[in-house]
């Protein structure tokens, strides 16, 4: 039997982040080892919010290069842009035709992301979810890594493969395969540095809020002293009261590889003087090797055209293969 596939991807809007990375990206390279890898850059969702088209592209291919950055393998992993790929457009308009709106309408990242943009809200905003389903459904993948906030994206995802397999397959052959969701517990929600209830985002306004990948130390360090605290002495983990003591023993008990009880034991009796300069050094020193790498290819962009050329020419193969199938099951089939 073959290797099991995963796919996933992250969306092209502004600078990678810690929770990108421990939620998403940190998983990628360690089931590169015995899953057969598909990750893409999503630039046709980049495009659901008011984007610069000066650098759409750019932040396409900065993507790329943390991808790499971060250990993703070109040998092992397909890396490719979702926009090379016509098909994920054309499946998503397919899928479109069989997704009663009002499964679109109740989606929590739809709602929240509305508010935020009042009446300039976009068709393309709305349908997000159906080019996610569309993303994931042509790969035909076993699992698909993410973090918590895309469950109901994934749930979604399933939904629709499953409506289409109902309205147009047969039940002994489906037309699409339903792919299972892979949420790590370590990592799935890393929250805002300045409130601990909210998860930490590319859109939020405040740069203060998040830790992004490229930061240079001194910034990491002033972002980590001026972070939301509490006055209670001793750090506890779990405390439904201190979400921003939790997410910071989190973050910590990830980026400096140990198990949360030798962290618990060793935080239960200090105060914030103390560990905030554990935090900015385990983070400094995670992403160190992560920046160094970055900045070596992005001075050879020619190989980085390359990695992206042939996961282009890999993804599509069985891109098409899935989008003809449906195709086929919808009826348009005339031979030419
Ligand atoms: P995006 O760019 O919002 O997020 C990319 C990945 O990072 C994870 N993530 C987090 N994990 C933990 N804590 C956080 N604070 C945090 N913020 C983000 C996300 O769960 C995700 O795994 N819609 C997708 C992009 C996408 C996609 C797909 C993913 C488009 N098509 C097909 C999988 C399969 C997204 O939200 O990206």
Redesign the pocket.
């Known amino acids: 039997m073959g290797k099991q596939r995963i796919?996933?991807?992250?969306?092209t809007t502004g600078a990678l982040h810690l929770?990108?990375y421990?939620?998403?990206i940190r998983n990628w390279v360690e089931l590169q080892k015995e899953y057969d890898n598909f990750l893409f850059m999503?630039d046709l969702?980049a495009i659901t919010v008011p984007h610069d088209p000066a650098k759409l592209a750019e932040n396409t291919f900065k993507v790329a290069a943390t991808y790499i950055a971060c250990g993703i393998d070109p040998e092992r992993s397909t890396i490719f842009v979702q926009s090379h790929i016509s098909a994920h457009s054309e499946l998503a308009w397919l899928l479109n035709c069989i997704t009663p709106l009002n499964w679109l309408e109740r989606m929590i990242q739809f709602k929240e992301k509305s508010i935020k943009q009042g009446e300039n809200v976009s068709i393309g905003l709305l349908d997000y979810p159906v080019l996610?389903a569309a993303?994931?459904l042509l790969y035909e993948p076993d699992q698909?890594p993410?973090?918590?906030?895309?469950k109901q994206?994934l749930e979604l995802t399933r939904d629709i493969a499953t409506r289409l397999n109902f309205q147009y397959g047969a039940e002994e052959s489906p037309i699409l395969k339903i792919p299972e969701p892979l949420i790590r517990a370590e990592?799935?929600?890393?929250m805002s540095l300045t409130d601990g209830s909210r998860?930490?985002?590319?859109s939020d306004p405040s740069e203060m809020s998040r830790i992004e990948l490229l930061d240079p130390p001194e910034v990491i360090q002033k972002k980590i002293k001026r972070c939301k605290t509490d006055p209670i002495r001793g750090l506890t983990f779990d405390d439904p009261e201190r979400p921003e003591c939790n997410n910071l023993l989190g973050l910590y008990t990830l980026l400096s590889n140990q198990s949360k009880e030798s962290v618990a034991a060793a935080c239960r009796d200090m105060g914030w003087g103390q560990f905030k300069p554990l935090l900015t050094e385990a983070m400094i020193e995670t992403l160190r090797p992560i920046q160094q790498q970055y900045q070596t290819l992005l001075a050879e962009p020619g190989h980085l055209e390359s990695v992206l050329r042939q996961g282009r020419e890999q993804a599509e193969v069985i891109a098409n293969q899935t989008l003809a199938k449906v195709k086929t099951a919808l009826g348009f089939s005339i031979p030419l």
């Open positions: 796919l996933s991807g992250i969306q929770g990108n421990l939620g998403a999503a969702h996610q993303d994931i698909v993410v973090g918590e906030d895309q994206h990592g799935a929600r890393v998860k930490m985002s590319k």
